[in-house]
């Protein structure tokens, strides 16, 4: 079937004409912030607490704008006799924004969660050299991270927490059977005190 000439001139001028007559709509911002999703990519956060120094996150970025510094330190031994052990210590965490592309895939090949995506998008500087946020700013970044959101009631169990639950179900089922021969023991050991204790009195009489 051939088009009909002028049909896709038609066309755009209906799309123009319905747009002309919706009510425009301003976005007061900075005023009024705008509503973002949860998922937002505005800045990365970090959790100190969780971070090895594994390097993952600075190998697997694709701008190499991760920059890590790390010390060892020797842990003595927790129990006499033990060895000592090493481990490493974080220095310097910092993260060169303009320079990132907010990919997200340090945030994903984290291994120990330490760093979290926050909706924060206003922090433009006029010095570029300000866009490189040490590891104090990005432990401040970490107050803006939402909170998860809740899991779907259907959605299979997490794999940690499934295997937290039989590993607390191995522990309590043990305890239960130490428990449990333990009773056992004790009424055996009465039992026999008091077999021995009739057959005492059965040889005096």
């Known amino acids: 079937m051939m088009a009909i000439p002028g049909s896709g001139l038609a066309k755009g001028l209906a799309v123009t ?13 900075p005023d009024v912030q705008p509503e973002l999703p949860p998922r937002t990519r505005g800045v990365i956060g970090l959790f100190e607490e969780n971070c090895t120094v594994c390097m993952l996150c600075a190998r697997e970025c694709p701008d190499w704008c991760i920059y890590i510094d790390s010390h060892k330190e020797t842990v003595p031994a927790a129990t006499p006799g033990g060895r000592e ?6 220095d310097r965490f910092a993260i060169d924004f303009s320079l990132c592309m907010y990919c997200g895939i340090c945030i994903e090949v984290c291994p120990f969660d330490a760093l979290f995506w926050s909706p924060e998008f206003e922090y433009a500087e006029t010095d570029i050299r300000e866009l490189t946020h040490e590891r104090d700013k990005l432990r401040d970044w970490m107050w803006t991270v939402p909170e998860p959101p809740a899991l779907d009631p259907s959605a299979e169990e997490p794999k940690e927490l499934t295997a937290a639950r039989k590993a607390a179900e191995k522990q309590e089922a043990e305890r239960l059977a130490a428990q449990q021969a333990a009773a056992e023991d004790a009424a055996a050991d009465q039992d026999s005190a008091a077999e021995t204790g009739g057959a005492t009195e059965e040889g005096q009489s």
Do not use: G
């Not at 002309?20 to 709509?25: A, L, P």
């Open 17 to 29: 004409l319905r747009t002309m007559t919706r009510k425009s709509v301003t976005a007061q911002y």
């Open 85 to 90: 052990r090493s481990r490493n210590v974080l």
